[in-house]
């Protein structure tokens, strides 16, 4: 019995779930990432569509995890559903039509699915070949859709998806705020909290000079190319990555912190690990970056901020990167402040349903993500929802509806704190 | 296209006008999904069109117009059975009933929860565990995202199988859209708004059960539901060989003691559970000297003292028969979160493909099942796999075996077949073997085998209840 007894330790039971989670650990197949589906080939067909992709097992109280599946419901729409029409295509059973692609880019890439998938390879990976497909239906011309088209179209024209004018993304900064034009340490701000959401931008820099921290914002900061890139324009998005690099390289920056959650994944592991471009800069979520500062002392927050609050985990964040205790910490921190969970939580998380271009080209399913989510956050009786994420933060704030529950970032509540 | 070529856009628009169009699809992406299983060694089939209804209502709309037009008609609900009966194997209108996963009622008096025809394991599980926790379902070893009616239509069966028998005897009562069109209930429902049971009326729930989809779609089941008791204990025992560990197993299952499930596994099997890919374990443990039973034995109480007295006596007759418990298995992690879905045999050892001869069988047969299927998988190549669960107090068992492919490689799905059907043929011998979940060919060899009055009596209530035989052709029992 040797090889159950070595097969049971790289599995991870969770007690009273009745269910295993996967260590990640049982990969037969270890491949790199960020490669074309011709990479995956060999694994794709492990899938037998056995739908657990579709339900939070982990937990308790089961619950569905998909939005794509749960408002497309045909089975394409599920993990499962895009594993096998990805082998159709390799296997030359399909081929790549604009009903095709419109499947494919009918999610959000939040990967909830994938967490849930128990097959090693497929937990894996399947990730990857959900970006492959989008980088290959740019290439065989059926993606990206054409509302990520208009606003790649203003990333190219203006430097932000917004179609908004890039002398003035810099308008929100405050009158009575610093910043230090050598300083070290840069605040890559991000389109949506410069153009939509500029209470995080402004709550960011509030906390940088309440502390003390010498920091610059860059002159000519643009899109990191996140949205471009999440669209299989793959080619383009490393364009944009190796002008940002060129800029982090003549601005003297050794650090940036960021409060969005795309930013930080992209400048983080997209820019090095898919296009290869090794920075050198110290890249920090602002969680990341008031967690440390509290742990050395040198943030003390004093504000009793009473609130109780539910945490929303951004993808891009949580999933893509695998953060889920540090925003919690620095919440947990805050006097007055009392989390409670959501029931899909943490690397289960129900995606709000604006990233990965979804909020651009399908705005119903978007909707339906993110009221979901809404509804998820009032059961537990929060008075707000609080994110580490604009995309997340506008997305919520544009669904809920009569004030039924208050949205804050997490930047906003530090900012209170600290006062 | 299938075999009836009046499939058009026109169609597709009439059925749109029953669901909303955004819940009917021709297009090929939509119905590649839903053309074959995408797990056995069986035929594809074709997938003409797709359509999720919401309410029994429409599908009877659905199936009016199947006849109208004398379409194929396919239930469906995951499309994942080792026995590939929802395969459209003759063309089609697929039912895809997932939109028909609601709960409707949990009764707690007489344990049942009525649940539309397209709840899944999944969708049970969150419903109870949020609102009755005090009450559980039966846990399968499939995967949780598969159909609760549907399993037990056809005959699946749970971790509390001890109890109450297969699925099919977890069925108190039916709604159902019958091939013709018509709306019926069976069981207690026909009468009252109570599904307690089947009991005392004619047993009509038998003109569903077992028939894989080809009478009707049943759109409601009520499922029993059993108590959760406080004291629960799993215990996981192994042997030398399958015939050391069977009639252990048959002992417990006779002598009460609160067990609610007896599986007999071997090694095989064991390592397949365990997610562990078929290429690199041993292939034949016996010639390894490693144990090749595995059992798995679930007692439950109410109060500790009973419990502690049927552990002892459990306990006893295992180590009498020569079974013991393994050390260092992970006995505290594994064993105490059971019962689990067991979905990691469903990578089918990472070849993506797996196709079982799974059989219903006189408990006295179980080894001689075991030994059939032993060595025509290991004469093929393949790593023999089995498991047993015998059933309501140790009146039958279920006797399984699975030859797992890799479904990326036509030889590969070539010697699969050919070793399946050998098997098959080979546990005929063994009187009373009885696939359920069977793909067409096996069908075949029953007619043969059964009494031709009894076979025209099943053509006979197939007429009746699906006139035009529209409904899932090609599979069950008359088709």
Redesign the interface.
């Known amino acids: 019995m040797g090889g159950v007894v070595s097969m049971a330790k790289k599995v991870r039971y969770i007690r009273g779930t009745g269910i295993e989670k996967l260590d990640m650990k049982q990969e037969d197949h270890t491949l790199d990432r960020h490669k074309g589906i011709e990479h995956y080939k060999d694994i794709l067909y492990q899938c037998g569509k056995c739908g657990t992709c579709r339900t939070v097992y982990q937990d308790i109280n089961w619950a569905r995890v998909c939005p794509s599946g749960e408002f497309g419901q045909f089975e394409a729409y599920y993990l499962g559903g895009k594993n096998l029409l990805t082998w159709g295509l390799t296997k030359n059973k399909l081929k790549w039509t604009d009903n095709l692609a419109r499947i494919f880019y009918e999610c959000s890439l939040c990967l909830a699915c994938t967490q849930q998938c128990q097959i090693p390879e497929l937990h894996t990976y399947a990730g990857e070949w959900l970006m492959a497909m989008r980088e290959e239906a740019v290439r065989a011309g059926f993606g990206p859709m054409p509302e990520q088209k208009q606003y790649t179209k203003y990333v190219e024209e203006l430097h932000n998806p917004y179609g908004e004018k890039h002398e003035s993304r810099q308008d929100w900064f405050p009158s009575d705020a610093f910043q230090s034009p050598n300083a070290k340490l840069a605040y890559f701000v991000g389109c949506t909290s410069s153009y939509r959401e500029k209470e995080i931008a402004i709550s960011t820099v509030r906390i940088l000079n309440t502390l003390g921290i010498e920091f610059k914002i860059l002159e000519n900061e643009s899109c990191c190319g996140s949205p471009v890139y999440m669209t299989g324009q793959v080619d383009y998005a490393r364009k944009i990555a190796e002008d940002n690099v060129e800029m982090f390289k003549n601005s003297g920056v050794e650090k940036i912190i960021t409060s969005c959650a795309g930013c930080y994944r992209a400048l983080k592991d997209i820019y090095p690990k898919k296009f290869g471009i090794k920075h050198g800069v110290e890249i920090l979520h602002l969680p990341e970056f008031i967690l440390s500062n509290l742990k050395n002392g040198t943030i003390k927050f004093k504000q009793n901020v009473n609130m109780k609050i539910t945490y929303h985990d951004p993808c891009h964040i949580g999933r893509h990167m695998g953060i889920y205790k540090e925003p919690r910490a620095v919440l947990e921190e805050i006097p007055g402040i009392e989390l409670v969970e959501m029931n899909r939580n943490k690397h289960n998380a129900w995606c709000c349903g604006s990233g990965g271009g979804v909020r651009s080209a399908f705005k119903d399913l978007s909707e339906f993500a993110a009221r979901e989510r809404i509804e998820e956050a009032k059961d537990t009786d929060a008075s707000a929802i609080v994110s580490s994420c604009p995309f997340c933060l506008n997305q919520f704030k544009t669904n809920i509806k009569n004030d039924e529950i208050k949205a804050y970032d997490i930047s906003q509540l530090i900012e209170k704190a600290i006062k | 296209m299938g075999e009836i070529n009046m499939i058009n856009s026109e169609i597709v628009n009439e059925l749109g006008k029953v669901v909303g169009e955004?819940?009917v699809?021709d297009?090929?992406?939509?119905t590649?999904?839903?053309h074959y299983?995408?797990?056995t060694a069986e035929p594809e089939g074709i997938c003409d069109i797709?359509i999720?209804p919401n309410s029994a209502e429409e599908v009877q709309e659905i199936v009016k117009i199947a006849n109208n037009h004398k379409i194929p008609i396919i239930p469906w609900v995951?499309?994942?059975n080792f026995g590939s009966t929802a395969t459209p194997i003759k063309g089609g209108i697929v039912v895809?009933l997932?939109?028909l996963n609601r709960i409707i009622e949990v009764n707690e008096d007489d344990m049942y929860a009525l649940v539309e025809g397209g709840t899944?394991w999944?969708d049970l599980?969150?419903y109870l565990?949020?609102y009755h926790s005090d009450l559980r379902a039966g846990?399968t070893y499939?995967?949780?995202?598969?159909g609760v009616v549907a399993s037990c239509l056809c005959y699946g069966m749970f971790d509390l199988g001890m109890l109450g028998g297969t699925g099919a005897e977890f069925i108190n009562g039916l709604e159902v859209v019958l091939g013709s069109g018509e709306l019926v209930k069976v069981g207690s429902c026909c009468l009252s708004d109570y599904w307690y049971g089947r009991q005392p009326l004619p047993d009509l729930a038998g003109l569903f059960i077992g028939w894989e989809g080809s009478t009707g779609i049943v759109t409601k089941a009520a499922i029993k539901l059993w108590p959760e008791l406080p004291y629960r204990k799993y215990y996981f025992v192994?042997g030398k060989t399958i015939d050391v560990g069977v009639p252990v197993m048959l002992k417990l299952s006779k002598v009460g003691l609160g067990i609610c499930d007896l599986v007999i596994i071997n090694?095989g099997w064991?390592?397949s559970f365990?997610?562990?890919?078929e290429k690199?374990?041993?292939k034949d443990p016996i010639e390894k000297k490693?144990?090749d039973f595995a059992g798995s034995i679930t007692t439950q109480a109410y109060t500790q003292k009973q419990h502690e007295a049927q552990c002892e006596a459990i306990e006893a007759i295992f180590k009498e028969g020569g079974l013991f418990e393994?050390q260092?298995?992970?006995s505290e992690?594994?064993l105490?979160?059971?019962?689990?879905?067991f979905?990691?045999c469903?990578?089918?050892s990472?070849?993506?493909g797996?196709q079982w001869i799974g059989s219903y069988c006189s408990t006295r047969d179980i080894a001689k099942f075991y030994a059939i299927a032993r060595e025509k998988a290991l004469k093929y190549g393949h790593t023999p796999q089995f498991y047993s669960r015998i059933l309501f107090g140790g009146h039958y068992c279920v006797a399984r075996t699975n030859i797992n492919f890799?479904?990326?490689d036509p030889k590969e799905i070539e010697s699969a077949r050919q070793v399946l059907k050998e098997i098959h043929e080979e546990v005929q011998s063994i009187d009373g073997v009885v696939m359920y979940k069977a793909p067409p060919w096996a069908h075949e060899v029953y007619e043969e085998k059964t009494l031709p009055a009894t076979t025209e009596l099943i053509r006979k209530i197939k007429k009746l209840l699906d006139p035009n035989m529209i409904m899932n052709p090609g599979h069950g029992w008359g088709s």
């Open positions: 955004k819940y699809s297009q090929p992406e939509i590649f999904l839903y299983d995408f797990i797709v999720m995951s499309g994942i895809d997932r939109r899944t999944a599980q969150g565990q949020k846990v499939s995967p949780p995202g598969t192994l090694y064991l390592q365990m997610g562990a890919n690199k374990v041993p490693l144990p393994p260092g298995v992970g992690d594994l105490g979160t059971l019962p689990i879905h979905w990691s469903w990578n089918f990472r070849g993506g797996g890799n479904k990326d």
